[in-house]
């Protein structure tokens, strides 16, 4: 007996289901952030974890500064705009910089814009072209490199705090060590990877 059923596994969905897609993604790295972000007194949330090494505000200021540039009139001009001063991103704000309530609106703003500019697409749009640094990316590429490039940034963010959290304090944003057989049990699912 042969299966009717069609082979979905490698058909890619349609244009009009993208959008949500990594609009979902985005939204849960902007959670993940903020939600250790909130385990953080201001200490914490400035000081770097070692020598060379970013502070939980450095990293959301560098990330508030990317949203800004990338999706700031993102189908019509270059990603990376002559107005972004990247280095400046990776200077600590430090005591006497900008204030955690400062970097807190600059965050908030950046993914703004970014939600705006997903808002804004077109099905058609995901076939255009955008540049970033002068180098064309389909659109569906630069949201793919806009999601790993922030999704890297949010899992540092979440190891620093934790580091200064410490693992007893810590509230975790997934399943806690330990913790997947029972949430897998409240779903109904047993065994299995």
Do not use: C
């Not at 990603?79 to 309530?101: I, L, M, N, Q, Y």
């Not at 540049?131 to 999704?151: E, M, N, S």
């Amino acid at each position: 007996m042969s299966n009717t059923r069609p082979d979905t596994r490698y058909t890619s969905p349609p244009p009009a289901e993208l959008v949500p897609a990594w609009r979902a993604v985005f939204e849960r790295q902007k959670a993940f952030g903020e939600h250790a972000f909130g385990q953080l007194d201001d200490a914490g949330f400035f000081r770097s974890p070692g020598e060379g090494l970013n502070s939980v505000a450095v990293i959301a200021q560098h990330i508030a500064g990317n949203l800004h540039s990338r999706f700031t009139d993102f189908l019509t001009t270059d990603g990376e705009k002559a107005w972004r001063d990247r280095d400046a991103e990776f200077v600590s704000p430090g005591p006497t910089g900008a204030s955690r309530a400062h970097l807190m609106a600059q965050w908030e703003s950046g993914w703004r814009t970014l939600f705006g500019a997903l808002d804004a697409l077109a099905p058609e749009d995901l076939s255009r072209e955008v540049t970033i640094r002068g180098v064309p990316h389909p659109v569906h590429a630069a949201l793919a490199r806009a999601i790993d490039h922030y999704a890297f940034h949010v899992g540092q963010i979440n190891v620093i705090a934790r580091l200064h959290v410490g693992s007893a304090g810590w509230k975790w944003f997934t399943l806690p060590p330990g913790g997947t057989a029972a949430f897998n049990a409240s779903l109904g699912h047993t065994g299995g990877v």
